[in-house]
């Protein structure tokens, strides 16, 4: 097939270039666009450090150069906020030119190997300001065989590691720390997958998109001959190859890299930013719950008011236009619903066997938040589950990036503004990678022109960054392509089946499950010292999906199986990447609409260039069978699986373009991974898009910034998202609530506390040390609300629902999403929590305006006065229960924050180290890992303050929408 395609690709290319012999590459020149693009990626850049480097850190804490060179920057933006100034750009935001400033060369090479006479032409730039690699090729084969060799340069360990956790064999690689040995359990549950597999998505690129497949396929091998190209070395060359391969037992280095080393991280990366749904049978077991606690109309009421899927006061970024998807039908086809007999579901357990393990599974759940008055018997964070996912190498948040777009119409100097970017996770070396790549049109394949950030292991083309004269980035948008199918169970022959069979019924046959399995086996190493074990996985395979769990319905056993859209073609979404770097493909926001409609993904995009801003919503979201009901588990029969549904290729129907959520030009555009827009519904996975969203601080602050006559800048843009990124969001938009439910308390000690939290929500309710004094303002009322929340939500609701639907309730969304994340501090907050529930229902008992009312009220059974007793109560509990000292208990800060606050150190950020060089704690903030600021003018560099709009250039575009709330 290899001989087929690259004979193909340069039939193909061929007739669009000229005859001729490709030119040598040579560097391009500096493009001087630092008022237009720049960005920031802490640490730094270079991500190596081999066994001496580490050993001088260890002894002096001398770090490697352009280490973390960009860290001290992207903290510092948190105290610089609000009040930025465009001359200020410099300090917190680097150039995001083309190109390197002259004088500004710290490196130039070739790496391909002397000896090597069929590399292709490729030369590689670093600057001396950042240590960005400039990637220019003399052809297309040139930059893709770059992109490998600075992956290998600048992440080699961390794709290593990458390669193994998309395989689900990171205990093997490194360690079984009961983390690591969870990020198995995890990968092998959403994306097992054999070497054929793997195998099966490289090679069917040129059957699935022709010419543009197989265009594809050449550009991976090219990368794949890059990645190799720095393995040889470093293989030869110690001082190329992380120390940290010492470290683990393993001083040979990596093994050779390989196409299916792609697929695999890209699974991964798919599996946890890219998907949404898969929750059918929870879902089901909230109704029941429901239902059992109120019967069965009231109890459908309950369930809704807490599904959250059509809220008609959740934030969308769509202001005005529906886009329906998911909707229930008027009537549901009730054959179709497989909701199962109450108390029969078992989760079909990942692990079939395992010997001399250290420790057993870590189990998810809402853990740490207490139920009732009583205190807390493990604080938030300091729980067995936080500790053990720290101590393993990878942890991600879901899915918490951010975009602010302002049109031009709305902006000072009559261009669009963005501020944007993807929120990752912090590592170090972090797990995004930066990169300036180039190349030219010519036989070999379309040009490349972009500059941006990619996951290592994957980084063919820039993800997220900018091209020519345009910007783009993206937030996770989850919504559904994922669904639970309910397959009866078989015996071959026509016995009886068990609950326990692996055969499953399929189109009128008994089918055998396939089994997937991996078998990981550790021992101890420098890094991890966790005594030598082994495990073996196993996930069943059928048709219609991998098994979840198990149970009956009407009395029958089933399996129920999970079905991703993009199960089996994670990396058919490079075709819309491919095309976001190719300047010839993007001329304007439609194009770039096109290009992000080919990805799979479940993703928000967002496009800035010099005239418009738009937004478009990608992923394969299937078209469900007429009738069915897209909250609960459907029958496994051919009536009712997804419309054109090809399981050999595991293939549907999927929405046209058309459905999906879109807009261009809107007066402004916001996204913190909220609602689409009115009618596209929240999948059954997702519970929070509810009246409070964090989306809205974003929304406050640039409302307040174009009202009237009023105009943006691109630095209050800026202030906007950092200012909005240190809100508590409790603190902001529920507290004021409770505060007035709760009014004068008589008793002292409770006043003192109203007043306190007060004061905190009229400046804000940030969680911020602005003075560096090295405590936060207004420390005493965030003290406060971290020991109230919880018990203000389990008094407000839990009385009302009931122990067992209020537990199944928080199964499903967690009460609070706090800055510390459980012990993870992963920097990212206030994604899911009870927030939307708890405001709706307290301005229901106070008796204001509500749109899409609950079908009761809850907080004192609506009861003002009732109501208000269960805030004092549960507010005096927290008082007298929770001190500093056992609310932020915390392993991190034990270990590495001595010497800081305990409430500053309990919520700060921890760049999780990949290896021997570590990064200090830092403040807290809700801001993208990446993260560019974007005004594109077609003006040379400057770094003056044009804060004052020059009234001679007239606006682009006449004032039209604003956001109806």
Known sequence: MRRFTTALVVAIAGLLTLAGAAPAAKPGPYEGRAKSFRNILPPGSNGLANAGQIAAFLATGDRPRHNDDQLDMYEDLVYATPGLKRKQLPNYFKDASFGVRPGDVERQYDPCSPLDQTCPDVVIQRDAGFGVPHIYGGTRAGAMFGAGYVAGEDRL?????????????????????????????????????????????????????????AQLQEDLRNYVDGVNAYIDQARTNPNKLPGEYFAINRPQGPEEWKDTDVVAIAALVGGIFGKGGGREVDSAQVLQAAKDEFGGRRGRGVFSDFRSAEDPEA??????????????????????VAIPDEGSVVEEPVIESSAGTGGGSVEGGPGGEPMDDEPETEPAGAGSTGQQLRDGLLSFPSGNSNALLVSGRESSSGHPLAVFGPQTGYFAPQVLMEMDIHAPQTSDGPPIDARGVAFPGTNLYVQLGRGRDYSWSATSAGQDNVDTFAVKLCQPGGGKASVGSRFYRFRGSCLPMEALKRRNAWTPNAADQTPPGSETLRTFRTKLGLVISRGRLDGDPVAYTSLRSTYLHEVDSAIGFADFNNPKKIDDARDYQRAAYDIGYTFNWFYADEKDITYFNSGDNPVRAEGTDPNFPTLGTKKYEWEGFRPNALIADYTPFSAHPRVTNQSYITSWNNKQARGYRASDANYSYSSVYRSEPLDDRIRRGIAGDREMNVVELIDAAQDAGTVDLRGDKVLPWALKVLGEPRDPQLAAAVSKLRAWTRDGAHRRDSDRSGKYEHAAAIRIMDAWWPRMIAKEFKPELGRPLFKRLTGMIELDNEPNNHGAHLGSAYQTGWYGYAEKDLRTVLGKRVRGRYSREYCGGGKLSRCRDRLERSLAAALANDGPEQLYRDEVCEDEGKGLDPQLCFDSIRHRPLGGITQPLIHWMNRPTFQQVVEITGDDESSGDDSTRDRSNPRRFPRRDKPRR
């Open 157 to 213: 360990f961390f794709i290593d590691v990458l390669r193994h956790a998309g395989r689900a064999q990171l205990s093997s690689f490194v360690g079984g720390a009961p983390g690591n040995r969870e990020m198995d359990r995890d990968v092998w549950r959403i994306s097992p997958y054999s070497e054929a597999d793997l195998r099966r998505q490289v090679e069917q690129f040129d059957d699935l998109y022709g010419a543009q497949g």
């Open 315 to 336: 934030p969308t970024t769509v202001f005005d236009e529906r886009f329906p998807y998911q909707k229930p039908p008027a009537e549901v086809d009730e054959r179709s």
